[in-house]
């Protein structure tokens, strides 16, 4: 079978980009860099890709609000090329900056004129903050809208956050519904046991502790905390030292992301 | 057409930004302010129409969820504020403003043309009753700093552009030929050159042999060459040296001497010690930008550690900023470049609860210092995705005029790439940011004590760092590195183009056009060209076959790389402005023609009082008082700002413990993702023993930095370390004096442990004169290990890990109270300070590491500030268990005894000495036996256990409890300080 092939978007200020590669790589994908501009001048071609991964950092600086610039060159330049991305059925996975591009692009939570309906502002806090986070696996409703990134996970899973623009908000209230309704809320902040709780176990103010969305079709996800930070146990904070080395809880994602990918497309 | 854009956010929006300020005024003793409210302004200079400017507002500026836009038209500004007091801060004229860039680009991306400038200000609107004198207070202390930014008073932003001066090349020449003495002195002087009479002497000598003037660019370029920023001329210059110390078994001075006549102390000490112990390892030593040592096969690692001292005094976020962009680029110019995988910062600085009546003038409040470093290093270090894994903060009244930034990064490089050599024929092109005026004169500032005028003076050596500039550059450099497009790489520090090419042309010789140099703005002089400091630039030395695949491969990520000269064989410095050779210098005798300085230098042992008490009974508040002194408490504020898992190498993290808080004291980071082999990093510094003695102040240093290597499981076999020395004016023989002492403290200790020195640095003239009175920093030295770990699985934290397990002390706890935290409490500093038996600490550190390799050790702690006490409670609370210990267990000796009898056998010293080589372990009971074997004839002792409850307690000699707190109570000390 011939293995998915990822595209790892980068930019200028893209700084995730190698352990997300890694990631899919560890998942039995097949991850390629590409830079934005090549996209763009039409030197590489998006429709050769199953997967597309925007992965963390601060592309171009994150200046006028994280992700803006990002999401807008998607916006205008790429929009085509994206949209019929989608259509194919194909997989978008957008992780902290990622996940700001997505939704400043309006791809999430997504409807049909492409029009932003909800925002990551800045932390409560004001600060930049890196802790690790537990998040609630959200059981989804109805099968047919199952996020495909999210399946099999543990109903608790445990991953780092780090970003300083981090709280989910909405336009307004129907929209919050709508994602509920429509099982697209995928990840939540949480305590250890799975309860939800207030500041730090929600590390930013985020409205309904809301961590990450997904699309109407479950295949485009959004999320705030890095999987690709907890790939190996080695990784964890307290089990590095274990005498078997075991899986970090963020590998699944890339796993359902591939096995999906291999299986549909 | 000016457009002035503001944007708040959305009624029920929560204002991060303007609570965070609000508190702040609050913590500023001003507590009458009910609201505060940020606004962002962009000024934006544009013939555009107004479906333009709108599409800009809102497509680009504004987050539309949660912000709304107002276009004001100049004239209605501050109208529609009241009952705010309003304060806008903008950038001043000709100061980089990090946003620009990347909003010029998005406005192109929306095909909006027209946009001739952008500029970013901030507003803030106060409510509450103020009177002009607090709102100068607030303006002041919390929102703008002048030497970058100024209050928006006009009811328009009247600069948007930066500086044109429209600059018409005049070659401009110095008379040295005629000058006397003093006037050469005038010369240097107001040239801003830092040289002395000695060395303007030379210069002049050299033109009289050449029998013409030097151009000021000459002059300008041998200034920075010899400046001791680059130069190191104390180090590296001869010394006189006098001592006078009580105990002869510790002099430097052979007995029979009087003088000590140093011929560079560098090679007399540090690189010696390198030298001789020979580690096949070590790759490259004090060569190159940053010190490479072996990782693997396949790759190296190297190491750098820098100051950025006089700039973040003046501007903290942007000499933080600067000072760690600086450092970063140090290992991308190693070798052919290699990939930053980790930042390391220490600081000092003054007590941040410091009174503002007694600043003296022209300084900055610490507190103020503190948060403006933090975010600049935050900045810098999260938008390159670096992780920052590991520091100090340590805090003292000296360090109130002149704070201490160290900057450290390690980086990860082929095997094969680790050494350049550019060749003649080859292009000289400059590569990332753009060349302006800014920090000109940095090499020469840092290289002179800072005045209350250094504000006025030096503004140009302030900067602000463009973190996405460096990190694109980065990107593209690694990709040409591997297609092997260039034979050699330095980055633009301190002497900018001068220092680059200087150095990477000195043993061939350059020519270099100098308008050819891609500027920020026009009007930049030739010399100014020559010796800016911008930041985020880099040399390459390129092949003329593969320059148009390297400007290409910059070129498709928008990065600028430009072809500015030539590497040629005629050894001289050729620097030519439109067709006009402005500078003619032999490379000779700019990288040696300057005379070597000789110093005299004096260390006379101090004597310090002798505080004199009794022990307490209960030592719980002693303990409590400890763990909320500013240099032991948490960190925690500083450290989360920091991203310290990006990359995902990240395994043992600053913050440990079962709620993720606790102090680790090393970190062990694994560069590779498919491999178990790791980095263990470390630091050591105590400057309050340096009060005492600075050659155990170096001892400790070091044994501090390798405890905490093996305290996490690593091992002695391959540390390598780095010194970084800040100290006051060393032409004063004792600042001097204390220095060589340091020095030969680095030689016999680095010897002794066996680790190497590969890199160092120093900062001299950590100065601040007040009143004609000059301050000096406390002489400080930091010591930076790294080692090899072969497998990170392996490592060990410190937090308490379960309910009856064994607590063990391991090494020797002496009477050595002088320079402690605990003397510290009393105002007291003390004579007997701790000091370093090598011998018998690398047999312990060894045991320790054989006991950890075979996974005896639950946990380990490095005893430090604070000793025992506060080693023990810290590994308490960051686990959640009690603990029960008896100090009558923990190995003790006195270092004198009254007519053999005991006079410092007491509760407290045991507790909270300071002595250096001892750890507190953890060891599950069914492995007593093994642990204890293997540290059978070393000092350790079986001290008590982890118990079930949260109950830490300890008992005295006499066996009645001396200590006994929740541990709850004991973290809240610890995390109260500084939880901002």
Known sequence: MKKPRVCILRTAGTNCDKETAFAFLKAGGEPEFVHVNKFITGAEKLDVFQILALPGGFSYGDDLGAGRILANELRFKLIDSLTAFIRQGKLIIGICNGFQILVKSGLLPGNADLKQEASLIINDSAKFEDRWVYLKSQKLKAKSQKCAWAEGLPEVIYLPVAHGEGKFIVQEKAVLERLKANGQVVFRYCDERGESAGYPDNPNGSTDNIAGICDDTGRILGLMPHPERHIDSLQHPRLARTAARKEGDGLQIFKNGIEFAAKNL | ?980
């Open chain 2, 1 to 980: 057409m000016l457009y002035n854009i503001e944007i708040k956010d959305k009624p029920g929006v929560f204002d991060a930004v303007g609570q965070g300020i609000k508190k702040d005024i609050f913590d500023l003793g001003i507590k009458s302010v009910s609201e505060v409210r940020f606004v962002q302004v962009y000024i934006i200079e544009a013939s555009v129409s107004e479906q333009g400017i709108r599409k800009i507002c809102e497509e680009l500026l504004t987050d539309r969820v949660s912000q709304d836009y107002v276009i004001n038209s100049e004239e209605k500004r501050g109208t529609e504020t009241s009952p705010f007091f309003v304060i806008e801060v903008a950038y001043n004229p000709g100061v980089m403003d990090p946003v620009e860039e990347s909003a010029l680009k998005g406005i192109k991306d929306l095909r909006v043309e027209g946009v001739t400038a952008f500029k970013t200000a901030k507003k803030y609107l106060i409510k509450g009753s103020l009177n002009d004198g607090q709102l100068k207070i607030i303006s002041e202390k919390l929102l703008y700093n002048k030497l970058i930014q100024h209050i928006v008073k006009s009811p328009s932003h009247q600069v948007t552009k930066s500086p044109d001066l429209g600059y018409k090349f005049k070659l401009a020449g110095v008379d040295l030929l005629s000058a006397s003495d003093k006037q050469l002195m005038r010369i240097a002087k107001t040239g801003q050159l830092f040289l002395n009479l000695a060395e303007m002497q030379v210069i002049k000598k050299y033109f009289k042999r050449l029998k013409r003037n030097p151009s000021d660019c000459e002059l300008e370029a041998i200034a920075q060459t010899w400046s001791e920023h680059c130069l190191h001329k104390t180090f590296r210059g001869k010394i006189e040296y006098k001592e006078k110390i009580p105990n002869s078994k510790y002099q430097i001075l052979n007995p029979k001497l009087k003088v000590k006549k140093i011929n560079n102390l560098l090679k007399s000490t540090i690189m010696k010690a390198t030298k001789e112990l020979h580690k096949p390892w070590c790759v490259s030593v004090f060569q190159d930008n940053s010190g490479i040592i072996k990782f693997d096969d396949k790759y190296n690692i190297c190491f750098k550690v820098e100051t950025h001292n006089h700039p973040s005094a003046l501007e903290p976020f942007g000499g933080a900023n600067t000072g760690i962009g600086g450092v970063i680029r140090d290992p991308m110019g190693t070798g052919l470049g290699a990939k930053p995988i980790l930042n390391t910062d220490v600081f000092c600085f003054g007590p941040p609860d410091y009174p503002f009546s007694k600043l003296p003038k022209g300084s900055l409040h610490p507190k103020r210092v503190m948060k403006g470093v933090v975010s600049g290093v935050r900045d810098y270090g999260n938008k390159m995705g670096i992780p920052t894994v590991n520091g100090a903060i340590l805090f003292h009244e000296r360090f109130v005029g002149n704070p201490l930034v160290y900057c450290g990064t390690v980086g990860i490089l082929p095997a094969d790439k680790s050494f350049k050599q550019p060749h003649t024929g080859e292009l000289v092109v400059v590569t990332g940011g753009r060349t302006g005026r800014d920090g000109i004169h940095g090499a020469t500032f840092s290289s002179g004590e800072l005045t209350h005028e250094s504000e006025t003076v030096s503004s140009g050596a302030v900067q602000i760092g463009n973190p996405i500039q460096e990190k694109k550059m980065l990107d593209v450099i690694l990709k040409c590195r591997d297609e092997n497009l260039y034979t050699a790489i330095t980055d633009c520090g301190a002497g900018g183009l001068s220092s680059a090419v200087g150095e990477m042309g000195q043993d061939l010789g350059a020519e270099v056009h100098l308008e050819k140099v891609p500027l920020k703005y026009s009007g930049l002089s030739y010399t100014e060209i020559w010796i800016s400091e911008s930041q985020e630039r880099m040399v390459l030395s390129v092949p003329k076959e593969n320059i148009e695949k390297l400007k290409e491969a910059f070129r498709s990520e928008n990065v600028e790389a430009t072809v500015i000269g030539e590497f040629t064989d005629t050894k001289r410095l050729k620097l030519y402005y439109q067709g006009n050779l402005v500078c003619n210098l032999e490379m000779k005798f700019l990288h040696e023609g300057n005379p070597q300085i000789e110093k005299k230098a004096v260390f006379i042992s101090p004597r310090h009082k002798e505080p004199k008490f009794s022990c307490p009974k209960n030592l719980t508040p002693q303990l409590i008082k400890l763990l909320s002194h500013y240099d032991i408490c948490s960190k925690e504020w500083v450290i989360r700002q920091y991203d310290h898992e990006v990359q995902g190498g990240s395994v043992l993290k600053p913050l440990v413990g079962i709620v993720n808080d606790g102090p680790s004291d090393a970190a062990v980071v694994r560069p590779l993702a498919n491999s178990s082999k790791g980095i263990v990093i470390s630091n050591g510094i105590n400057f309050r023993f340096g009060f005492i003695d600075p050659y155990w102040m170096a001892a400790s240093c070091i044994d501090e930095a390798l405890r905490q290597i093996i305290s996490v499981g690593g091992s002695l076999k391959e540390v390598a370390i780095l010194d970084n020395f800040c100290w006051g004016n060393p032409d004063k023989p004792d600042r001097l004096g204390s220095l060589v002492r340091a020095s030969y403290g680095c030689y016999d200790f680095s010897r002794a442990f066996g680790v190497p020195f590969i890199s160092g640095k120093d900062s001299l003239y950590n100065e601040f004169s007040v009143k004609n009175k000059s301050i000096s920093i406390p002489g400080t030295l930091l010591i930076s290990a790294i080692s090899v770990m072969e497998d990170v699985s392996k490592t060990v934290s410190m937090y308490a890990k379960q309910a009856g397990n064994l607590i063990y002390v391991a090494g020797s706890t002496y009477d050595e109270m002088a320079g402690s935290h605990y003397f510290d409490l009393l105002k007291a500093t003390g004579n007997n300070l701790p000091k370093v038996d090598a011998h018998q600490a690398v047999k312990l550190f060894n045991a320790l590491t054989v006991a950890a390799s075979q996974g005896l050790v639950r946990a380990m702690h490095d005893c430090s500030d604070g000793g025992i006490g506060v080693a023990l409670a810290e590994m308490a609370f960051s686990g959640g268990l009690g603990m029960e210990v008896f100090l009558s267990e923990v190995p003790y000796k006195e270092s004198q005894k009254l007519k053999g009898k005991s006079k410092n056998l007491r509760n407290d010293f045991i507790l909270f000495s300071e002595s250096n080589s001892r750890f507190v372990v953890e060891v599950e009971r069914r492995n007593q036996h093994r642990f204890e074997a293997l540290l059978k004839s070393l000092p350790f002792g079986l001290v008590g256990c982890v118990s079930g409850g949260k109950e830490f307690e300890v008992h005295g000699l006499d066996g009645r409890t001396c200590v006994k707190s929740d541990i709850g109570a004991l973290k809240e000390a610890w995390q109260k300080p500084l939880r901002w």
